[in-house]
């Protein structure tokens, strides 16, 4: 019954899609011609979004709460539904809406419609030509969406359990009773990074309809991009969220002591992320030179595009993925097409408006290359290429082998190996930025805007290489001493010279953006009572550009002087006794026991060794590393143990028994990389300084 009911919600959501496009569309042409009927076509398609709104609203809460109460009835929660009985069973139980193929499609669906009714209240009051055209396109996307969810029977959501599978109890039986949430997925970050994804996937479709939109009306004010903005910094900041929670997810559940590894998944998430980069930064040049007109259409319908290209790599089958969904032959059509034609509509439209749009004052070229407008030109030059350099990457195992790269899966070592330098002269032109001038900079004024910086950077560097010399690089040497595959992979990224020169040179760049970007946050803090308005986009902008320093310094030691032992602790069963210890650095791992424990659902088991840790000889705690076996489906899962210091993480995975009964250990030093979550959460900060301080202003000047 209760698929049926779903069922109905979704067909009432695509007819309402459907009323919504056909109403606006004459309410346009009626607005076109000046017609006094044309406003009551404009509300009825605006109430008809909110109503697909609220039947996918319905769809959604079917899901979740067949998912609560443990009805199978729908076969979608059948094959997701957790019988997890920790404390946060009932996280686990709500992320099943989002766990699967079908759910994840709805969920993304009834986001966009989501974000679609928050457009059609905020204009309310005051609805454009501009306003409508873009709930128009916004709407053509989630028609599609919808569509895939109800025509494709592999996409269909509410298809009924087959009732021979489901016993008087409401239970699954037989081979149905193995179905369930793969047990990787049942941890705090895993069960929000997927949602806080989707939101910033579903968010920037409302940019991209802004800037078709502007197209349709031929209106090159930046009325579209003020309107845009906000949409942008949250959608961004969301996938900055999602991206940051699921390295977190990847660096204590998977096991291999990392959090970023070049997967075409997590590659999909990166694009628009990157992409997002530039699009605020040409918004930013837009609102305040008039500039980069036509390029930040352009650009926003480049963002959508690699949206959906994520999408199209989690859901095509195309790639191969341990995070990517089974192909699903519609989805590849689907999502290939809304690629072409949202890249289409951009050029078309741009080509159509070629003697109208940015032409009256435009101003793209730039007088000299040191001034703002040329650093975020190029800003936005490396972002792009990098991200259609990744785009290519991560898709060359789909494409034809007599293209570079074609039919090959790239390692993990290719992408650092383009990643690294090019992240460092990204950095580096970051630090430079906020010292140029608009037009063109004068030389006193930036000798004198940098001296001071300069000077702390210098100090900054000093005391990194400190810690390079004496820390990182004789790990770095103890690695290439010892051989083997750890070695191997090194070498593989050139000469000992080139590999901690690089280290060096982002050591120095980060040191000198970190202070650059300090002292403006400084600068910018006490104009706050008399600029209000304008410093707090820049305050934001300043404390990003700080966490991307402080990340810079922890990718640097995280991802390039990790140290990793991999070795059997001999374990007499009678005695309870360990015949050794295992050594790491300073670092010695001494047995102190086991247990084995079942969970209260009695069928997760909860296998856990118990180490003392001792650094120099003198004790420090215990590490309690587990694996958690589900028995009906034998899926396991490492759960890692991690102590963190200031300065490094000590990084502890247990990985079973041999067939002597000795306990296998992976255990990792993980230099700097408390930095990077610090660093990230800091570029977080930034970014809702931008976005929510401007907001609390425009709410204090209406009550004034």
Known sequence: MLSFFGLIAL???FAAVLISLACLGVAHIGCQKKTSWWESFEWGGRVAVVVGMLALTVCCGILVYCFMTGDNTIEYVAHNRSDNSSSLAWLYKLSGLWAGREGSLLFWAWLIAVFNTVVVFATRKASRPLDDAAIVIAQIVLAAFVGVLLFSETNMPFTATDPSLIG?????LAMASTWGMNTLLEHWAMAIHPPTLFIGYAGLTIPFAYAIAALIVNDDSDTWVVSATPYVMFSWLLLGAGIGLGSVWAYVVLGWGGYWGWDPVENASLLPWLVGVALIHSFTVYRKRGAFKRWSVFCACLTFSFVILGTFITRSGLVESVHAFEGDPVSLVLFLALIVLSLVAGVVGLALRRKTFGLATETDDFDSMMSKEAAYYVNNLIMIVFAILLAYMTLSSALPSFMPFGGQALTAGTYNA?????????????????????????????????????ICAIV??????????TELYPAYEAIMAAGGTAADTLAEYGPSWYYNGLAVVGFAVASLLFFNAAFMVARVASKVKKHARVVFPALGGAITHTGMAVVLVGLIGSSMYVTEVADYVPYDAETDTAASTLVVQDYELAYAGNSIDVMENGDDVMYTVIFDVYKDGEFLQQVSP??????????????????TFPLEDLFVVYRGVSMDGAFALDVRVNPLILFVWVGFGLIMAGGLVALFAKRVLRNKEAKA
């Open 11 to 13: 067909l009432v959501s």
């Open 168 to 172: 008087e109890d409401g239970q699954l």
């Open 418 to 454: 383009i990643a690294r330098p090019l992240g460092i002269l990204y950095c580096l032109l970051l630090a430079i930025c906020p010292l140029l001038s608009w037009g063109k900079t004068d030389p006193a004024k930036f000798r004198k805007n940098a001296l001071v910086p300069a």
């Open 460 to 469: 900054m560097f000093a005391v990194l290489m400190f810690y390079f010399v």
């Open 626 to 643: 587990s694996v958690q076996l589900v028995q009906t489906t034998q899926q396991q899962k490492l759960v890692a143990d991690v102590i």
